[in-house]
């Protein structure tokens, strides 16, 4: 039997009418539940998403999790990466011990060595490869490492045209992190028992 003749008509329209409301519900950040008629266009999911076991269970997505086209709400940019990179090394930098194990100067040494090879922004990673070969780290204790972190950020900061920043405050400007019972001390540190965790 033949289509009614204004069938195409009205599906074309209700696809037009889904891909609207789904363009309006990535605006207000809103999920849009489309017709039976399509497919719901799920294809990706954010980095902080849980994935449950089961639909019921507390870790199950989110609807504010889910990201609608593959396309992310807020687009990592090389500002923000790097922010984030210095928030992670810096605090690290923080609670690296006073005393480390070998191990541990062998680790963040293979660290620095690993970002600037594979730092997901290569004028970054070359330009801090370079910063290296002039500044092998120094990593002997917390005050050498987070001492010499901050020179090299200062080295970037400069070539950037940012402010240097004053590196006898970086241990009031980057603390160890908040957590209990000493529980995100870096492995290696003396616990609260008074041994070796490493
Ligand atoms: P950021 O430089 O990100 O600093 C974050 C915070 O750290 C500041 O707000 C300040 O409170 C504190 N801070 C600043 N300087 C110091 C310091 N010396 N010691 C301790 N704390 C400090 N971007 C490029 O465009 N080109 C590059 O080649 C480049 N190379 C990079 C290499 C690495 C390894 C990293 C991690 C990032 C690189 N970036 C590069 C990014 C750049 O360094 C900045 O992160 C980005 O421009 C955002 O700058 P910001 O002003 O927000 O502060």
Redesign the pocket.
Known sequence: MSEHPFQAVFQTFAKVSNSVQTHLSNLIGQPHHTSPTTKAPLISVSSSSKVGPSENDSTHLQPQDIIYKGKSATPVT??????A???F??TLAAQYPDNPTRQQKKDVKELMAI??RM?P?K??????SE?LRTNPVQAGSHAEFSQW??????T??R??N????P?ER?DA??GKLECEHRACDVLGSTNTFGYKTY
């Open positions: 090389k500002e923000g990466l790097g922010r990179t210095w928030t090394l810096h970002l600037s730092y922004c004028e970054c990673a070359d330009h801090f910063i972190l901050c020179h090299v950020h200062n970037v900061n070539s950037l940012k402010v240097v920043f590196c970086v400007r980057w």
